[in-house]
């Protein structure tokens, strides 16, 4: 997997992050609260050490029930002490309550049961609250660290896939293209739309790094010499708007001064949700997304997939897949963090962060914004869309 490129412009911070359940914390934040009737049980758990895959086969045994009548928003990191709801049909509370113990000492706690009118649903979520502490940070780093938490929080980061979506070796994604294109067949139909899913996310990604690229070509260069960086770009996004554009293009693009460019035919969407439309005056809808009231959308490529238009189209055209039959939808290609505190600890070395992030969004790759540098070691699983 290539690196995701940043369009920030602090050198990388030196300190240390490793994932475990004491310096890793993620807190579901709900969509909605239980309704406190019905014929399902919304489930507050605490686990540690376990992925929700593991834990939903725990539950599914210790419940005798199959895994599929588990409800649950999305998927929670290993590496950490994640807290998350589940439902469960009222039927298996009894079940349950006399298993508090034996989960227990599996590292899973229940927390809380709320009676509920319905089952919970895959992106049932607002977001996740994070804790993380990095360790080996020294004042110079702290400081350093305040200041980016203080502008990223205004300006927003590139909303990548984390590398964690494309397994340890980082190639699911050429799995997923061979099942796409239907050169290789797959029983199981969950591992088979899982790795479809991680090409999507890796076109996803691709397309992002060609759009903050084109921002900083934007930003960074003189309208001649931008328009010539395009024209002889490697990327062929780049080189199809470089062969499209003529100066005023870039001139008209330059006036923006937001780290990522909006372009005309952009899929926007009002933020943190709402309804899409597609761009047709870049430089009005460019102040809307400085203030943080809408952001542009990349495609996650399927069927009933909304294009992208004109410009933008252009751009997004060498990362869209056809041959991809699963569902197709749109991603925020560009999020904000909420609620950023940090604390510097001095006697151990240690930056303590919390931060909130909208659902889909990965706390590693905020870090590597932070960071400004890529983070290998690294488990944590996705938020489904």
Known sequence: MPFNLYPFSHSPCDCYFKPSV????????PLYEPSGSGEHC??????????TFELLNLLSRTLGCKVRDIGYAGLKDKAATTYQYLSI???????????????????????????????LKIGHLKGNRFFVRLKKCTPLCASKIHSILAALGQSGFPNYFGGQRFGKDGDNFTSG?????????????????????????????EWLNARVELS????????????KALRYSSNPALQALGQEWKIQALKALQAQKQ???????????????????????PNIEAMRFMQKDVAPMGALCGQKLIYAQTDALLCESPF???????????????????????????????????????????????LESVLHRPLDSMSEEYDEE
């Not at 706690?109 to 089952?119: E, R, S």
Request: glycine letters at 4%; aromatic letters at 12%.
């Open 22 to 29: 004491r310096d890793f914390v993620v807190e579901e934040i």
């Open 320 to 366: 869209i897949d056809k041959q991809i039959k699963t569902s197709g939808t749109r991603r925020y290609a560009w999020v904000w963090a909420e609620d950023i505190e940090g604390e510097y600890i001095n006697q151990k070395a240690h930056f303590e962060l919390h931060f909130s992030l909208p659902k889909g969004s990965y706390a590693t790759t905020f």
């Open 259 to 281: 780290p990522f460019v909006i372009l005309k035919g952009d899929v926007m969407c009002h933020y943190p949700f709402g309804k899409t439309f597609i761009c047709d005056e």
């Open 42 to 51: 919304l489930v507050y758990v605490r686990k540690k050490a376990l992925s």
């Open 216 to 227: 900083q070509i934007v930003h960074n260069f003189s309208p001649n010499d931008a328009l």
């Open 89 to 119: 049909h009222r039927s298996l509370l009894p079940r349950l309550e006399s298993a508090f113990e034996a989960l227990a000492e599996k590292q899973v706690k229940i927390l809380h049961i709320t009676p509920h009118h319905n089952k």
């Open 177 to 205: 293209k061979a099942l796409a294109h239907k050169q290789v067949q797959m029983k199981n139909k969950k591992m088979s739309n899982f790795l479809i899913s991680s090409y999507q996310s890796y076109l996803f990604n």
